[in-house]
């Protein structure tokens, strides 16, 4: 398991944007599956955007596409959301998780072994 801590959340009006940030104590070589979740209000833990190291192949929520980006830097062991066009349906708590790369394909399916505490992120109408 890898420690990973979320930053970045806040509170917003619909139309804003605001960008986490996961920050891993090392990622290592090996290729993982990286990947956000979200948790609102009296709804169950879902898939936001992944990605898999090894290629850079992301995937997302139908809910997020063409309005969540993923993407991270390797070097600063860092992984992010970009979260641009926001609306109070985003509200929650967002969580980035991580496991090894173990085969198959990275999915939110996928066993995610590490996770954050979560940053919570509030849109308004």
């Known amino acids: 398991q890898v420690p990973l801590v979320e930053s970045g959340g806040g509170s917003v009006q619909t139309g804003g944007s605001l960008r986490l940030s996961c920050i891993a104590s090392?990622?290592?070589?090996?290729?993982?599956?990286l990947a956000w979740f979200r948790q609102g209000p009296g709804k169950e833990r879902e898939g936001v955007a992944g990605?898999?190291?090894?290629?850079?192949?992301?995937y997302y929520a139908d809910s997020v596409k063409e309005r969540f980006t993923i993407s991270r830097d390797s070097a600063k062991n860092t992984l992010y959301l970009q979260m641009d066009s926001l609306i109070p349906e985003d509200t929650g708590m967002y969580y980035c998780?991580?496991?090894?790369?173990?085969?198959?394909?990275?999915?939110?399916?996928?066993?995610?072994?590490?996770w954050g505490q979560g940053t919570q992120v509030t849109v308004s109408s």
């Open positions: 990605i898999f190291t090894g290629s850079d192949r992301a």
């Open positions: 998780a991580a496991n090894l790369y173990y085969g198959g394909t990275c999915s939110f399916t996928y066993t995610y072994s590490s």
């Open positions: 090392e990622y290592g070589t090996k290729n993982r599956c």
